[in-house]
């Protein structure tokens, strides 16, 4: 069962996806999202979704005819290559986030079908293991975790939409068309990076659910004693096994639409900080409100990037930490045989089965590589910002 507080913004989650049309199928959620049951698919969502998929893909046509030959961007080369890069990036992101969801429909409606029945099997058992008032308060951390994640994304939304308004070289119908083409695909991107949110935040629930209940048994909490450890432990290891097959199908069957999130962010974030230098050297006009909403931009992509980088880090680490805590139980001063098996089985399985994930199975996501991560922006910028320095002094070399 959800604590109420989570039910509610994993609804809210849930409500940006179906809007977009991120989801499946639709879910029938009651009590906060404490009972979920799946709907069949309907001809009208799939109406609906196909509506949204083709409409997001062709209102880049309204970006494209004018953005680059009016506004500040119409002398610098490099960020006309920018807004080419931009826009080409924005298609591959709707065809990998809509194409997952049009080719892969069926393997995602039975992910959600065999999420239910593992949610279902395995609540009752962590509720006869581990108190009320422990899961309670993990529920209640990780609500607040994911309603931080939610309140920057949509800041830094708000700090976007103030900085591009003022970038508008000429107010009239076509600026604000192309104003709010760009608002519709930053909210979809939104949605998305929610839905991987609300993803990261489950699982991270149950591995943490799994270390209490390893606790539960190591300090012997709950009356269960030698007799009954072993059979709880076995439920844990098998809880952990099949979370950990979850994760991994989730991490698969997202990876195209996920790793395509990536790419624009890493694109968003150098796009930001070469707009920056833009404004510190004067080369973009602006006054002081358009530079404070400059800096909240980038001070709250960098904390939207840092937090995706540092859940996604947790998760990982929490499963495959699993096997550090098994060690605990080495200092017990009895154990029995059955309990000493089950402990062995469980050890084998945490160090032969690790959790990673990598984008399309090539470039793995860990805290080294959001270090990496930064440091490629900065170096891109830095780059960029000595293209631009060498094409300022061609015209004096000439004369």
Known sequence: MLH?????????????????????????MRSHG???????????????????????????????????????????????WNFFAMVGLRVLAILGCYGTMWLK????IQLYKDSLIYWK???????????????????????????????VLYVGFMFSTAVQYQLLGVINKHSVLVLSTRLTQFLQFIAV????????????HQFRVIHLALSVLHEGRGGRKGGRKWKSLRSI???????????????????????????????????????????????????????????GLIVFNLWGTMMLMNMLDGVISSCNNTGQQLKQFSDLPSVSKKLKR??????????????????????QLDKPAGLGYFGSILSNVIILMQFDLRRQQQPNSHG
């Open 237 to 295: 290891a098998l809880m952990h096994r099949e979370t950990l097959q979850l994760a991994r199908r989730v991490f698969s069957l997202f990876d195209i639409a996920n790793a395509t999130v990536f790419v624009n962010m890493f694109m968003s974030t150098l796009n930001i900080f070469y707009h920056a230098v833009q404004y510190s050297n004067n080369t973009i006009k602006s006054d002081g409100w358009g530079k404070t909403f400059g800096n």
């Open 342 to 363: 089950e402990l062995d089985a469980f050890s084998v399985q945490t160090r032969r089965n690790h959790l990673e994930y990598k984008i399309c199975g090539l470039v």
């Open 193 to 204: 990076k929610m839905g991987f949110y609300a993803l990261l935040i489950l699982l991270d």
């Open 34 to 80: 404490k009972i979920i049951r799946l709907h069949k698919i309907s001809s009208i969502y799939l109406i609906y979704s196909a509506f949204i998929s083709i409409g997001l893909f062709l209102n880049i046509y309204f970006i494209i005819p004018k953005g680059v030959l009016d506004g500040y961007i119409k002398y610098n080369i490099v960020l006309q």
């Open 4 to 28: 109420p507080k989570l039910g509610r913004v994993l609804s809210l989650v849930y409500y940006h996806s179906l809007v977009f049309a991120l989801m499946g199928t639709t879910l029938g």
């Open 121 to 151: 099997r395995f609540s009752s058992i962590m509720k006869a293991i581990v108190s009320g008032q422990e899961l309670k308060e993990l529920q209640l951390s990780l609500a607040r975790k994911l309603w931080q994640k939610i309140m």
């Open 105 to 108: 429909r069926r393997q995602i």
